[in-house]
């Protein structure tokens, strides 16, 4: 006795389009484990190279998929803050808006523009700072400043490439 079954070719692809899907979801899955091991050694290097002040750079570290099919899957582990970059390659700063750069080394924050009391002194070494009126030195002043090389990502995925 023989039966045939309706419908078979559908199932039949319907299983097979199952399969991929849940290969796909496997492959995703595993590169999602691999950028968290690479996401986590960065982290650490951040924290070890005391570039942590507000957490705002731990927390922009993130991983996202950016390629996935039945084949093949790929994250992405960066930041996109504006000055990570120089953090991890290095590099000269120059203002945008004036002649200098001020430093902030006194008790004032944000912009020296906001402090009208602000006088510009020259030190005996020949700096230029900022002094309050009662004389404390509130920013120093220079035309540029170098940012050393501090990389954390490039590092956190060549510690770890065996792991992930």
């Known amino acids: 006795m023989s039966e045939d079954v309706q419908g078979m070719t559908d199932l039949l ?3 097979k389009n199952l399969e991929e ?3 796909e979801d496997s492959l995703i899955g595993t590169a999602q484990a691999g950028g968290t091991v690479v996401r986590n050694a960065a982290l650490d290097n951040i924290k070890s190279q005391g570039l942590i002040k ?3 750079m731990s927390r922009s570290v993130h991983s996202v998929v950016i390629e996935s099919s ?3 899957a790929a ?3 960066g930041t996109n803050l504006e000055y990570a970059a120089i953090h991890e390659y290095g590099g000269v700063i120059h203002p945008k808006n004036s002649k200098y750069l001020a430093i902030p080394v006194g008790t004032y924050t944000g912009s020296p523009r906001r402090h009208p009391d602000l006088k510009v002194r020259v030190t005996n070494n020949g700096n230029l700072v900022m002094v309050s009126a009662g004389g404390e030195v509130q920013y120093v002043l220079k035309q540029s400043v ?3 090389a501090r990389p954390y990502m490039r590092p956190a995925y060549d510690e770890q490439k065996q792991a992930v």
């Open 75 to 77: 994250v992405q582990v």
């Open 146 to 148: 170098t940012i050393p």
């Open 21 to 23: 899907a849940v290969q």
């Open 13 to 15: 692809e319907k299983f």
């Open 54 to 56: 507000t957490r705002t």
């Open 70 to 72: 039945v084949n093949r």
